[in-house]
């Protein structure tokens, strides 16, 4: 997608716009697309993605499967740092995930990733124009609808300016 940056400065102001880019990340995102995760909220400094108690999500004892929060964190976390840089000259890859599970979640859960937009601007940017690697650790917390916190993860983010990306020819 060429201006997924620019779509997602532009859904979060426009609930048509957001429920359109859902549709799209189904699409684009296969993986994903059984778990009817949601995009409900981005701005500049946090993603909220809901994860729907439905059966496709839930482990054997009826409660959303650890899979699946894991997921949604990685991609809640994901979403943000694109929407900050885009992918026209930075390429992002996971380099490790972790989840610590805390509560056992039975109904619908966000998980919500929050970056400063400061930090981008004065720490990682500067940084990528520097070195052209980065490596960003986003911790992303996960609760029920009730509140309570059901799961944090780390997420070890590279990324490369595409001038540092090497591929097999």
Same mark, same amino acid.
């Given at each position: 997608?060429?201006?997924l940056?620019?779509?997602?400065v532009?859904?979060g102001?426009?609930?048509?716009?957001?429920k359109?880019l859902?549709?799209?990340?189904?699409?684009?995102?296969?993986?994903?697309?059984p778990h009817r995760?949601?995009?409900?909220?981005?701005? $500049? %400094?946090?993603? @909220?993605?809901?994860?729907?108690?439905? #059966?496709?999500n839930?482990?054997?004892?009826?409660?959303?499967? +650890?899979?699946?929060?894991t997921?949604?964190?990685?991609?809640?976390s994901?979403?943000l740092i694109?929407?900050?840089?885009g992918?026209?000259?930075?390429?992002?890859?996971?380099?490790s995930?972790?989840?610590?599970?805390h509560?056992?979640g039975?109904e619908a859960i966000?998980a919500?990733?929050?970056? $400063? %937009?400061?930090d @981008?601007?004065?720490?990682?940017?500067? #940084?990528?124009?520097?070195e052209?690697?980065?490596d960003?650790? +986003?911790?992303?917390?996960?609760?029920d609808?009730s509140?309570?916190?059901?799961?944090?993860?780390?997420?070890?983010?590279?990324?490369?300016?595409?001038?540092?990306?090497?591929?097999?020819?």
């Amino acid at each position: 997608m060429k201006d997924l940056k620019g779509i997602l400065v532009r859904a979060g102001s426009n609930p048509r716009l957001l429920k359109m880019l859902n549709l799209l990340m189904r699409k684009m995102i296969p993986f994903n697309r059984p778990h009817r995760f949601s995009l409900e909220e981005i701005t $500049s %400094e946090r993603v @909220v993605v809901r994860i729907p108690y439905r #059966k496709s999500n839930l482990n054997h004892l009826k409660g959303i499967h +650890a899979c699946a929060l894991t997921t949604a964190s990685e991609y809640s976390s994901g979403l943000l740092i694109l929407r900050h840089l885009g992918t026209a000259d930075y390429r992002l890859i996971m380099k490790s995930l972790t989840s610590t599970y805390h509560y056992q979640g039975k109904e619908a859960i966000n998980a919500i990733f929050e970056l $400063s %937009e400061a930090d @981008v601007n004065s720490e990682l940017i500067p #940084k990528l124009e520097k070195e052209g690697v980065v490596d960003l650790t +986003a911790e992303i917390k996960a609760f029920d609808l009730s509140g309570n916190h059901v799961c944090t993860t780390v997420c070890l983010w590279q990324i490369k300016t595409w001038d540092k990306v090497k591929t097999k020819v």
